[in-house]
């Protein structure tokens, strides 16, 4: 069998977890979700930290017990012994990750653009080259091993983590965070629940990554002790930053002004230090950028996990012998990112995606619940997937509703 290096240790991952987690998330979905629960965009939020959660604890509980790639596909077969719904599951995840990664680097050259008008750089570069010149970047680290990999994306989250920071710390000094916490604690019961509920489904997008850390798990020292500690570790940071986030916009704008803004992070920033300085929006492109490169990590993970059981061509799961990493994934997915990334526009890609994914989830939450039943998977809590269940069903069907 083909083994991976174990060269990730928890804190290593739990970075490498939060860098996917803020992803570009985060700097771009603050607006969408104030269009849909207003004031009480926080409480969306929360309700849909919450809500992974429950998903989080499951999927550290069956990483643990089953390190292995290709997780939730994993997952599906040991509990419903079923190598059609598992492969179809795993396929599921490697294409989100695959058009996640696709939609980031659109955002990336969208934002490239906006920057070199900031600058006064008169040069219109084509969409297509920079797509290109960014992922061929991208792919040279992900191709040199998960050491290089992961080092560069431990990097870009301190980045990412730092913008926030520096928001949060700018409009907290020049706003007012106490007047922006009694407008959130004054939209309880003015803001419908059904517009908390579809804003905290837009939310969930912002807290997707975690399930991608199980595809790294046999790169992981000790996995059986490590993974479920890095996962909740991962989360926790990410609920307290967006939730100092938020706080901090409402500190300096307004939930209407933020929804207008296609780059509300951005319009805080210019406001509370009254500085035209896109500061922000390169925090952006780096946040985007690290988005895609685990976007590529991952989904080669799972498609090698997938190979290397057999449940797709075996020839997917050859590792390089100079890098340790599985070559003929990572360019098939790199060929997949290019293709799709021209082709595909931005449009409402964190619908889509929170939608597929809480599909997804519900699936590994049923084989959680049934390992358990089988007395499969000890050291998970018999509560965490029925909550779970009980929570995803219900985003999903509101959803549903609110379509039609």
Same mark, same amino acid.
């Given at each position: 069998?083909?083994?991976?290096?174990?060269?990730?240790?928890?804190?290593?991952?739990?970075?490498?977890?939060?860098?996917?987690?803020?992803?570009?998330?985060?700097?771009?979905?603050?607006?969408?979700?104030?269009?849909?629960?207003?004031?009480?965009?926080?409480?969306?939020?929360?309700?849909?930290?919450?809500?992974? !959660?429950?998903?989080?604890?499951?999927?550290?509980?069956?990483?643990?017990?089953?390190?292995?790639?290709?997780?939730?596909?994993?997952?599906?077969?040991?509990?419903?012994?079923?190598?059609?719904?598992?492969?179809?599951?795993?396929?599921?995840?490697?294409?989100?990750?695959?058009?996640?990664? !696709?939609?980031?680097?659109?955002?990336?050259?969208?934002?490239?653009?906006?920057?070199?008008?900031?600058?006064?750089?008169?040069?219109?570069?084509?969409?297509?080259?920079?797509?290109?010149?960014?992922?061929?970047?991208?792919?040279?680290?992900?191709?040199?091993?998960?050491?290089? !990999?992961?080092?560069?994306?431990?990097?870009?989250?301190?980045?990412?983590?730092?913008?926030?920071?520096?928001?949060?710390?700018?409009?907290?000094?020049?706003?007012?965070?106490?007047?922006?916490?009694?407008?959130?604690?004054?939209?309880?019961?003015? %803001?419908?629940?059904?517009?908390?509920?579809?804003?905290?489904?837009?939310?969930?997008?912002?807290?997707?990554?975690?399930?991608?850390?199980?595809?790294?798990?046999?790169?992981?020292?000790?996995?059986?002790?490590?993974?479920?500690?890095?996962?909740?570790?991962?989360?926790?940071?990410?609920?307290?930053?967006?939730?100092?986030?938020?706080?901090?916009?409402?500190?300096?704008?307004?939930?209407?002004?933020?929804?207008?803004?296609?780059?509300?992070?951005?319009?805080?920033?210019?406001?509370?230090?009254?500085?035209?300085?896109?500061?922000?929006?390169?925090?952006?492109?780096?946040?985007?950028?690290?988005?895609?490169?685990?976007?590529?990590?991952? @989904? !080669?993970? %799972?498609?090698?996990?997938?190979?290397?059981?057999?449940?797709? @061509?075996?020839?997917?799961?050859?590792?390089?012998?100079?890098?340790?990493?599985?070559?003929?994934?990572?360019?098939?997915?790199?060929?997949?990112?290019?293709?799709?990334?021209?082709?595909?526009?931005?449009?409402?890609?964190?619908?889509?995606?929170?939608?597929?994914?809480?599909?997804?989830?519900?699936?590994?939450?049923?084989?959680?619940?049934?390992?358990?039943?089988?007395?499969?998977?000890?050291?998970?809590?018999?509560?965490?997937?029925?909550?779970?269940?009980?929570?995803?069903?219900?985003?999903?069907?509101?959803?549903?509703?609110?379509?039609?």
């Amino acid at each position: 069998m083909s083994e991976l290096k174990r060269t990730i240790t928890w804190k290593i991952l739990a970075i490498y977890g939060l860098g996917n987690i803020l992803g570009a998330g985060i700097y771009v979905l603050i607006g969408e979700v104030a269009k849909e629960s207003g004031n009480a965009m926080l409480w969306s939020f929360f309700a849909a930290g919450i809500i992974a !959660s429950f998903t989080a604890i499951t999927y550290g509980a069956l990483a643990s017990e089953y390190p292995v790639s290709a997780g939730a596909a994993i997952y599906t077969e040991r509990a419903f012994n079923s190598k059609k719904w598992s492969t179809a599951v795993g396929l599921t995840m490697a294409l989100t990750a695959i058009v996640s990664s !696709s939609t980031l680097l659109n955002g990336f050259n969208s934002y490239f653009q906006v920057l070199l008008e900031t600058l006064g750089v008169q040069f219109n570069a084509p969409s297509s080259l920079v797509i290109l010149t960014i992922l061929a970047i991208l792919s040279f680290v992900a191709l040199k091993g998960i050491g290089d !990999s992961t080092k560069l994306a431990v990097l870009l989250t301190f980045t990412e983590a730092g913008g926030l920071l520096l928001i949060i710390g700018f409009a907290f000094f020049y706003g007012d965070p106490m007047d922006a916490i009694a407008v959130s604690m004054s939209s309880i019961g003015e %803001i419908p629940p059904l517009a908390i509920t579809l804003g905290a489904f837009i939310a969930f997008y912002a807290f997707i990554g975690f399930e991608d850390m199980v595809n790294v798990v046999e790169e992981v020292q000790q996995p059986e002790r490590q993974m479920k500690k890095g996962i909740l570790t991962a989360l926790s940071i990410a609920v307290v930053l967006y939730g100092l986030t938020i706080i901090a916009a409402l500190a300096v704008l307004t939930s209407s002004e933020l929804a207008q803004s296609d780059a509300p992070l951005a319009t805080v920033w210019q406001t509370a230090t009254d500085s035209e300085f896109p500061l922000i929006t390169i925090i952006g492109l780096i946040a985007i950028t690290n988005g895609a490169l685990i976007g590529i990590i991952t @989904s !080669s993970r %799972i498609i090698f996990g997938l190979a290397r059981e057999g449940w797709i @061509s075996n020839k997917l799961a050859k590792i390089s012998s100079k890098s340790s990493v599985p070559s003929r994934a990572t360019y098939l997915v790199i060929g997949l990112i290019a293709i799709t990334a021209i082709a595909l526009p931005l449009g409402t890609l964190a619908r889509i995606t929170s939608f597929i994914l809480l599909v997804v989830f519900t699936v590994v939450q049923a084989a959680a619940l049934k390992l358990k039943v089988q007395n499969k998977l000890p050291n998970l809590n018999y509560c965490i997937p029925i909550i779970g269940l009980i929570a995803n069903i219900s985003v999903i069907v509101i959803q549903l509703f609110s379509w039609y």
